[in-house]
């Protein structure tokens, strides 16, 4: 079936610095979205992307469907950003397919 | 701001036993999902639906039913619980070509 790869599984930040999160897929994917899982276990809508990149305060995440992949970009981290984020594609069908998770630690 | 609904947000039940989770979106959406979260698995999507009456199957159906009654309420039925089945369930909606909205998720227990 289609699969979603993220990396890395886990990333720890010192609040300022920044890093970014990867998707690939193993088909061709119409749109991807990303989430933030929040320590209260909401998921938190952060981007659709059904092309090209989009930018959101300290967030940017661009998808390359050609190459089949999509990043996220976090820059000045926050303690607040830390989180577990997802990211979810579909292939031109209503079902989305999750990755594994990024688990995120922003330290002071 | 898209609304999603879930009930109860902690249910705990024994092996054998009948439990509903309950789904309302207030969107007018299509799409209506129903996903389970497990460590080590992220999440994983049990059954959807495109409108009332209609029924989707989601890649971990087994043990599970489900029934859209309204475009508004998705429920999800576990007829016989199984510990298995303890997880973090969250429903969502969707117009099908777009961003997807969780509802808080259900933390259920199965004794």
């Known amino acids: 079936g289609d699969q979603v790869e993220q990396s890395p599984s886990a990333l720890s930040l010192h609040e300022g610095t920044g890093s970014a999160l990867r998707c690939n897929f193993t088909?061709?994917?119409?749109?991807v979205q990303w989430f933030q899982q929040n320590s209260r276990g909401s998921l938190i809508n952060l981007f659709y992307l059904a092309s090209g990149t989009k930018e959101n305060g300290r967030l940017k995440s661009t998808f390359n469907s050609k190459e089949s992949y999509s990043t996220l970009h976090i820059r000045d981290a926050q303690l607040e950003d830390s989180g577990t984020y997802f990211c979810?594609?579909?292939?031109?069908?209503?079902?989305?397919?999750f990755g594994g998770g990024t688990r995120l630690t922003v330290r002071p | 701001e898209a609304a999603v609904t879930q009930s109860p947000r902690n249910k705990v039940t024994v092996t054998g036993g009948n439990v509903t989770l309950s789904c309302r979106q207030t969107?007018?959406?299509?799409?209506m999902y129903w996903y389970r979260q497990d460590t080590g698995h992220g999440l994983r999507l049990i059954h959807y639906?495109?409108?009332?009456?209609?029924?989707q199957i989601g890649d971990v159906p087994d043990g599970y039913k489900a029934t859209r009654t309204t475009q508004e309420d998705f429920f999800l039925l576990l007829e016989l619980a199984s510990p298995s089945q303890t997880s973090l369930y969250f429903c969502a909606s969707s117009t099908g070509q777009n961003t997807l909205y969780f509802g808080a998720g259900t933390r259920l227990s199965v004794l």
């Open positions: 979810a594609a579909d292939n031109a069908g209503a079902k989305l397919t």
């Open positions: 969107n007018s959406h299509n799409y």
């Open positions: 088909t061709t994917m119409r749109a």
């Open positions: 639906s495109y409108g009332a009456g209609n029924l």
